[in-house]
């Protein structure tokens, strides 16, 4: 579904400030020294004025033209704004710049009764928020685009080749350049009928491959797809509501129902929840949002409710909401397999219990602060962990303990002045921090290579050393004795 | 001689009866656990090494910091048998790796970088509410008396082990743990003469334990597990044991 609104930003400035209505004006910005008309209201292009000239040839055209200010990216805004109020007739809604939106309605439309009701209805309530529009359903984009542009009575393009409606339009209806347009009309095409059966070798060589292009994505034959203003979450779930709402019980009641039926489609599809987002779809437009992480895979809807609920003192009601959207934007398998798996550590309930609690942590000090690690295959120590994504995940491979590791890593190697007797021997001593340590003990070294498939660097030799005091720690050499003398690296504490 | 062993009977009796009143039971569950550590279990009330109870730990230095870590870490391999463990300390510096070293699972156990004072105690009194876990660790430095009450609170409720460890501690000021340890660094213990950095050794001193008799220990950590020699306050002639790992 394609839908046109030729008088986008000026509609939106009328609606902020009624008055202006009968009133001509234009949005100008400066260009080359000059004010340029980017955007013109009803009334001003009734008078000849359109977008793309001067504002002073305006002004001589219409002497009360009032001429305002237009903010660069404007249009882009509004239009994204309107893009996202529109989610909540389908998930798939892209803005079609300079001056309309596109919308997947497939699968939609039956909510409604149909698509001509459906239609309708998205034009009835743009036109209550005060905009014109114009939109047209066809089975294609391109086909579409150009019914809600130049098609006499836009509608529904039925169902089949969507050209055979297209062909008393003009050429520009297919989205052709400027240069293109120009060069068509100067040979007398003026319907899309009267080219489209030239043979396509022939339409190649006189227009280029462009036209072809465009052809093609208005018959169907080219994929042509909207970048959506918000990827669609593929677990999702919407609660209408037939009377506004304003109270928290009544959110919590429209919360449950809905957190009900997403658990129940997780379930059929394996899945358990990572992360969830409500949006509260206020009649006034606005969007009221909260969200909530979980350290695991979830389909549990009391624990879920429980996370949830905390946070619906943050939605402002307003004078009501009418949609309620429940999405789930990440996922992770959970089969019922692995839920016994987990629950190797204790029974079930005590595993929940576990699980809450890291929520309740990670919502206090936010969720990258809990870690928990899995052994990686990697010598080099930074990359011997990695981190799990979940708390069920099990650890591939061993941990290795064939080699001394120290207790406390830090997270940065510190520079260490030391005396070496001779090359390949552990220091005598070492300085750390304005601090000396004799050495009385030491095993090693253990020599680790950086990993050239990962990352390019000098060698490191490890040597664990014991001080006076019995302290133990991780030393490194960072390169070999070539012509530089290497430096040295305190990297751990043992225990 | 029999008059001798009757009254040893007689005075256990009545140290039971004592150590029931101010709450102290040997249970069957706190009997199972055997950390290992032999002789030092000695000095806790009913010779076991209290779970479900708040331990404290004092450090000096990243070299006592990195020992005290090892020596908790060799106490929770064996409490993490029944459940995983919390690991919550100011800036992420353990390198899990080393933990299969001290026999635990290091996937089982959980890290929590907090910043905050005052986050760091609320983690720490949530996580030692909830039973999943057998233990939380918690790197705190001021630790005041009523937060200390409040931890202790917290696990006689849900019986789970917290070690505080309060690393750079000069003044610990009084608390309402069980116990408090000191975990100093010796030099490590080879066998047999050979060259090398040998087996970790620390000296542990039980500087304070409620109903108990505070000691000082050498504590190596071996393949096995614990190897305690005994260097106890009273008796200063080390007198090595092994103890089951």
Redesign the interface.
């Known amino acids: 579904m394609s839908i046109w609104l030729p008088f986008a930003v000026t509609d939106k400035m009328t609606a902020l400030q009624p008055e202006r209505e009968k009133l001509p004006f234009v949005l100008a910005a400066a260009q080359r020294g000059r004010m340029i008309i980017q955007h013109a209201n009803p009334v001003a292009s009734g008078k000849g004025i359109c977008a793309g000239m001067a504002a002073a040839d305006a002004r001589a055209i219409l002497p009360d033209l009032e001429v305002l200010p237009y903010a660069e990216g404007f249009t882009e805004q509004l239009l994204r704004e309107l893009a996202l109020w529109c989610l909540r007739f389908t998930p798939v809604a892209a803005i079609d710049l300079p001056d309309g939106l596109l919308l997947d309605i497939s699968g939609c439309a039956h909510l409604w009764g149909g698509e001509a009701t459906y239609r309708e209805d998205i034009l009835a309530q743009l036109t209550w928020l005060g905009y014109r529009v114009r939109a047209a359903v066809a089975d294609t984009i391109g086909a579409a685009w150009a019914m809600a542009r130049f098609g006499a009575e836009p509608g529904i393009v039925p169902p089949g080749n969507p050209m055979d409606a297209l062909l008393p339009l003009p050429p520009e209806a297919l989205r052709l350049d400027t240069l293109l347009r120009d060069k068509m009309r100067k040979l007398g095409l003026r319907h899309i009928g009267s080219f489209i059966h030239m043979p396509r070798t022939v339409l190649r060589r006189r227009f280029g491959q462009a036209l072809l292009h465009r052809i093609d994505q208005a018959q169907g034959q080219a994929i042509e797809l909207p970048e959506p203003v918000q990827a669609p979450a593929t677990f999702c779930e919407r609660l209408p509501c037939p009377e506004p709402i304003r109270t928290a019980n009544a959110i919590a009641f429209a919360l449950k129902t809905l957190l009900e039926r997403l658990c129940r489609q997780l379930l059929r599809e394996g899945q358990g929840l990572r992360s969830a987002e409500l949006k509260a779809y206020r009649i006034d437009g606005n969007v009221q949002q909260i969200a909530i992480g979980t350290n695991r895979p979830v389909r549990n809807p009391m624990h879920l409710f429980k996370l949830l609920e905390q946070k619906i003192a943050c939605i402002a009601p307003g004078l009501g909401i009418e949609l309620f959207l429940l999405e789930a934007p990440v996922v992770a398998p959970l089969s019922v397999q692995q839920e016994t798996l987990w629950a190797a ?2 029974s079930n309930g ?2 929940t ?2 699980a ?3 929520d ?2 990670a919502g ?2 936010g969720a990258g ?7 990686a295959e990697h010598y080099w ?1 930074g990359r ?2 990695k981190l ?1 994504a979940s ?1 069920a995940e ?2 591939a491979t061993d ?3 064939d080699r ?8 940065e190697p510190e520079r260490i002045e030391v005396s070496v007797p001779l090359p390949d021997y552990p220091p005598l001593l070492f300085i750390h921090k304005g601090q000396r340590y004799k050495i ?4 090693g070294p253990e020599r680790i290579e950086q990993e050239w498939w990962l990352e390019q660097g000098l060698v490191r030799d490890y040597y ?4 006076e ?5 991780w030393l490194f050499r960072s390169g070999r004795y070539e012509a530089d003398e290497p430096e040295w690296f305190l990297h ?4 | 001689m029999n008059q001798c062993a009757t009254n040893r009977e007689q005075i256990q009796a009545l140290q039971q009866e004592i150590l029931s009143m101010q709450g102290f039971h040997a249970t069957a569950e706190t009997a199972q656990i055997d950390t290992g550590l032999g002789p030092i279990q000695q000095a806790f009330p009913n010779h076991t090494f209290p779970t479900g109870a708040i331990h404290e730990f004092l450090s000096l ?7 005290t ?3 908790i ?1 060799g106490l929770l391999g064996a409490l993490m048998q ?3 463990c919390l690991w919550i300390s100011p ?12 026999g635990l ?10 910043s905050r004072t005052k ?1 760091m105690l ?2 720490v009194e ?2 030692l509410k ?4 057998a233990a939380v660790v918690g790197e705190v430095r001021d630790l005041g008396f009523t937060p200390s009450r409040r931890l202790q609170l917290a696990v006689e409720q849900s019986r789970v082990t917290g070690f505080i460890h309060r690393p750079g501690c000069v003044q610990p000021g009084s608390t309402a743990c069980v116990s408090r340890w000191q975990v ?5 213990l ?1 066998e047999d003469g050979l ?4 087996f ?3 000296q542990v001193t039980l500087s304070k334990v409620r109903n108990g008799k505070p000691g000082a220990w050498q504590v190596g ?1 071996t393949d096995t597990g614990f190897k305690v020699a005994a260097m106890s306050l009273q008796s200063r002639e080390p007198m090595f044991t092994q103890a089951a790992g």
Not at chain 2, 195 to 198: A, E, H, I, L
């Open positions: 550590w204790g005590e595993n219990a576990l809450h609690l890291l309740r942590v206090r000090v602060a809990i870690r928990r690690y899995l052994p120590p011997s962990i799990a708390l099990t650890p941990w290795r303990c001394p590791r120290p207790i406390y890593l830090l997270p009385t003990k030491a095993d664990v050393v014991e001080d005091e019995g302290a133990r720690y751990g504490f043992f225990a | 230095g990243p070299g006592q910091a990195a020992a870590a090892g020596f870490a029944k459940g995983p800036c992420p510096i353990i390198f899990p790796v080393a933990l299969k070293t001290f699972t290091p996937d089982q156990v959980i890290f929590t970088t907090v986050d609320w983690t949530e996580a909830c039973e999943a876990l100093r660094p010796l030099p490590g080879s060259p090398g950095v040998g970790p050794q620390w950590w």
